[in-house]
């Protein structure tokens, strides 16, 4: 079965959120202290699109399941 996008996704950590758009395209948050930075990425290569099916899988443990409420409350 395909994913169905927009999928949310952070670091255990909570200091990197993600917007997974599509299998090629993701926006990133990344916070440190009280400032946000916020980024989109292209997979163009075979290892960013590796990174964006890891976080898909959540296999490894280092991504957990976020929502589009939390990533838009940091979007500001």
Do not use: C, W
Not at 7 to 31: C, G, H, M, T, W
Request: glycine share 4%; aromatic share 14%; net charge negative.
């Amino acid at each position: 079965m395909d994913p169905i996008f927009p999928i949310y996704r952070k670091l255990s950590n909570s200091r990197a959120f993600y917007k997974i758009n599509s299998p090629d395209e993701f926006e990133e948050i990344q916070v440190l202290g009280s400032k946000r930075f916020h980024y989109t990425h292209q997979a163009r290569q075979y290892p960013e699109k590796l990174k964006i099916m890891d976080m898909i899988a959540l296999e490894d443990g280092s991504y957990v399941e976020s929502d589009e409420n939390e990533f838009n409350r940091l979007m500001g």
